[in-house]
């Protein structure tokens, strides 16, 4: 199967956006050797700043193979930034209607048609507090067994200085030049799961492999050890509603009363 053509609004978005990451930005690319040079797959990537989507489309523009991405369904509509997306061919994501599978089928139809389509595991800007992938959602694992594509991890560091995620200001710090770090591995190995029923545990387990090669990756990068468990978003939350709770009736977490050092802090 041929690749893609890279169409009209693709280039034109590149114009648009390639000087000023050129000009603004160091990089430090590497692995493009493991981007398939034909045929459908998916790329896995983590998800630290709100410009690191503008880093990655770079990176992978210029291997020739650009990305589909699954966006909000809500930057679609009107606007000069629905435009691109819409003439780009992103793919919008209904969340929570009936339309909800609709990306989905999108998604597998454009990899059979021998495209790329770009996943974020993770679902949303990580909230580990030390900017490691969180643990991801099963989106990609399940593209990944109905179409068995070639998965691509791809770690990605730098913009996350650039523009840190939830900070109070969403300003571009430029200065000094910050370096845009991209690196993608050879593809994640799931040939054993092949053929098996898409369980919650197969598809669990598939989401782990990915997620645990994009740390790998990332760690890679930042030439610093991963923690040795992804960050869990939901028992996060769960912590900190227990300790808002606690702290509302006087009591501690565990249900008792707080002791003498927790009165302390």
Not at 14 to 29: C, E, H, M, S, T
Not at 222 to 248: I, S
């Amino acid at each position: 199967m041929s690749r893609h053509r890279i169409g009209f609004w693709y280039r034109f978005a590149a114009v648009l956006a390639k000087p000023p990451l050129v000009v603004l930005f160091k990089r430090d690319w590497r692995g493009m050797e493991h981007i398939p040079a034909d045929g459908g797959f998916i790329t896995a990537v983590n998800h630290n700043s709100y410009l690191d989507p503008l880093s990655y489309a770079h990176y992978q523009y210029n291997t020739g193979r650009v990305p589909r991405f699954l966006a909000k369904a809500g930057l679609f509509k009107g606007s000069f930034v629905g435009a691109i997306l819409r003439g780009t061919g992103q793919i919008p994501v209904y969340r929570e209607s009936a339309d909800a599978a609709t990306a989905f089928r999108a998604a597998v139809d454009a990899i059979n048609n021998g495209e790329c389509v770009a996943f974020y595991p993770e679902g949303t800007l990580t909230r580990d507090p030390d900017m490691w992938p969180m643990e991801g959602k099963t989106g990609a694992a399940r593209v990944a067994l109905l179409t068995r594509a070639p998965v691509i991890p791809i770690a990605q560091w730098g913009a996350n200085e650039a523009m840190p995620p939830y900070a109070k200001e969403k300003k571009l710090r430029l200065f000094p030049r910050k370096t845009l770090r991209v690196l993608a591995g050879p593809p994640v190995d799931l040939s054993a799961y092949h053929g098996q029923e898409p369980t919650a545990e197969v598809l669990r387990e598939v989401t782990e492999a990915i997620m645990r090669a994009i740390t790998e990756l990332l760690a890679e990068l930042r030439g610093e050890p991963a923690p040795a468990e992804p960050y869990n978003l939901k028992k996060a939350r769960a912590t900190a509603a227990a300790r808002r709770a606690a702290n509302t009736s006087g009591k501690s977490p565990s249900g008792n009363a707080p002791s003498e050092e927790e009165n302390d802090k």
